[in-house]
């Protein structure tokens, strides 16, 4: 099946050291994390034949614990999706159900571990594009908080939100994974010092006795029928096994979606204006008038999605529209924040449902930006707050396909995410 699930866009292996925590495992890399002298392609016709002189750290690191990486994963073009169909290189298909998407944007990453192409796999998560794709593919993903792995490597989307993270059969395996990525990095600012590596492996214990979980009704009022069905019985599994649960109210999430893709879309418009056809992406071929190459550059390596994204970006950021779009979104994000913090003082941990709907049929969405948009409701703002959050399985809906249950944790606290998750995947 794997063949036709078109999880990999370069089938490429880069072995790793004789021993290590990952000797004998395969992993799948997202094909925007940097591989030295394997093709990087993002997913777009700009950098189709685009081969990095180096490797991301977090390769470096997979290198070193020994594992080996058999190819670059499909994804949505430069991490604008949530479907994996804006790709350049066609569509991943969900192996649950061939017919339907795999997830984005990380979706080649999470196909191939449903599928068992791979045992683990790296995806990145920028609104939500390890934990998507993993709920609708039955499959484990995490994102990190903020400046926990670093992003060297990594080819740009929106920098104040994305981490790289694992894609996992298993919440163990993800855990194991992380331990190998995570950590600080000279070469990445925004990481860590007094992080260091956390014992993630350990937390896969499935105690959760006087663990205090908060339901965010923002996050759970509206979803589709089956999915808030098996969302239910998940809490049902965490209370049952000693949990606590009580409501919680976010009022901040209702503008933050529309504050997510205010910020997200500006700064893609900034990191991609490198792809002029000169420093990089596809030549317009020069004429004699550079602002004609520019727009022939672009034109013929951005696909639709990409180019929405950047004009929409750099109207938000133009003069006199700057402190109505963008300075406006930022303050959403601050009060997200603020409302987040409040609510650890009182629980543990938030829990939702992932995706509040079940995979899309190909070519669904893309028929409907905004629907692509509005499914990224639940998994944003937690990149807005800059905060950990896991998708694990909670079972399937009527029809058969996956529902994926999100935990969300305080900054830097994985441990506590890992531990709620492991309980309800024992179940």
């Given at each position: 099946?794997?063949?036709d699930?078109?999880?990999f866009?370069t089938r490429?292996?880069?072995?790793g050291?004789?021993?290590g ?26 950098l ?5 002189p180096?490797d ?7 290198r070193e ?16 999706g949530?479907?994996?169909e804006?790709?350049n290189?066609?569509p991943?298909r969900?192996p649950?159900?061939t017919?339907r ?19 683990l796999a790296?995806?990145t998560?920028?609104g ?6 993993a709920a609708?593919?039955g ?11 670093s992003?060297?490597g990594?080819?740009a989307?929106?920098n104040s939100?994305?981490q790289?993270?694992?894609?996992a059969?298993?919440v163990?395996?993800a855990?194991e994974?992380?331990?190998?990525i ?21 937390a896969a214990?499935?105690?959760v006795e ?13 979803v ?9 019985a998940a ?5 049952a096994?000693?949990a ?8 901040s999430?209702?503008p933050?979606?529309a504050a997510?893709y205010?910020i997200?879309m500006?700064?893609?418009?900034s ?14 071929g ?13 034109n013929?390596g951005f ?9 929409l ?21 601050a ?7 409040s609510?650890?003082d009182?629980v ?8 509040p ?12 930006p905004?629907?692509m ?6 998994t ?9 959050a896991?998708?694990?399985?909670a ?8 529902v994926g249950?999100q935990l969300i ?10 531990r ?7 179940a």
């Amino acid at each position: 099946m794997g063949s036709d699930l078109n999880a990999f866009i370069t089938r490429e292996m880069i072995t790793g050291a004789d021993d290590g925590p990952l000797v004998g495992r395969t992993v799948a890399v997202k094909d925007n994390i940097s591989t030295a002298g394997v093709t990087t392609t993002c997913g777009s016709a700009m950098l189709a034949e685009y081969v990095p002189p180096y490797d991301a750290t977090v390769v470096k690191r997979l290198r070193e614990a020994g594992a080996t990486i058999v190819g670059k994963a499909n994804m949505d073009e430069f991490g604008m999706g949530t479907t994996t169909e804006t790709s350049n290189f066609g569509p991943t298909r969900n192996p649950i159900d061939t017919d339907r998407v795999a997830g984005g944007s990380s979706g080649g990453s999470a196909a191939a571990v449903a599928s068992g192409e791979v045992d683990l796999a790296l995806g990145t998560d920028t609104g939500g594009s390890i934990r998507c794709p993993a709920a609708f593919c039955g499959v484990v993903g995490i994102k990190p908080t903020y400046g926990l792995v670093s992003r060297y490597g990594l080819v740009a989307y929106a920098n104040s939100l994305e981490q790289i993270g694992p894609i996992a059969p298993t919440v163990r395996d993800a855990a194991e994974l992380l331990e190998v990525i995570a950590g600080p990095d000279p070469d990445d600012a925004t990481t860590r010092e007094q992080v260091g590596h956390a014992d993630y492996v350990s937390a896969a214990d499935g105690n959760v006795e006087g663990l205090a979980v908060g339901i965010p009704t923002e996050l759970v009022d509206g979803v589709d029928d089956g999915v808030r069905d098996r969302f239910d019985a998940a809490v049902g599994t965490l209370e049952a096994k000693g949990a606590t649960t009580t409501s919680v109210s976010l009022p901040s999430i209702e503008p933050a979606l529309a504050a997510y893709y205010v910020i997200a879309m500006s700064e893609a418009s900034s990191n991609l204006a490198r792809y002029d056809g000169v420093r990089y992406g596809i030549s317009g071929g020069f004429d004699g008038n550079w602002n004609d190459a520019f727009a022939r550059a672009r034109n013929a390596g951005f696909g639709d999605e990409v180019t929405r994204r950047i004009l929409l970006g750099t109207y938000a950021l133009s003069a006199g529209y700057h402190d109505k779009y963008y300075a406006k979104a930022q303050d959403a994000r601050a009060w997200l924040k603020q409302e987040f913090d409040s609510a650890f003082d009182e629980v543990d941990v938030l829990a939702s449902p992932t995706m509040p709907m079940p995979p899309f049929e190909l070519g669904e969405s893309l028929e409907d930006p905004l629907e692509m948009y509005l499914a990224d409701a639940n998994t944003v703002p937690v990149n807005l707050a800059n905060l950990p959050a896991i998708s694990v399985p909670a079972g399937t809906d009527d029809d058969g396909l996956p529902v994926g249950l999100q935990l969300i944790g305080s900054a830097f606290d994985e441990r506590t995410i890992v531990r709620a998750a492991s309980a309800v995947e024992a179940a």
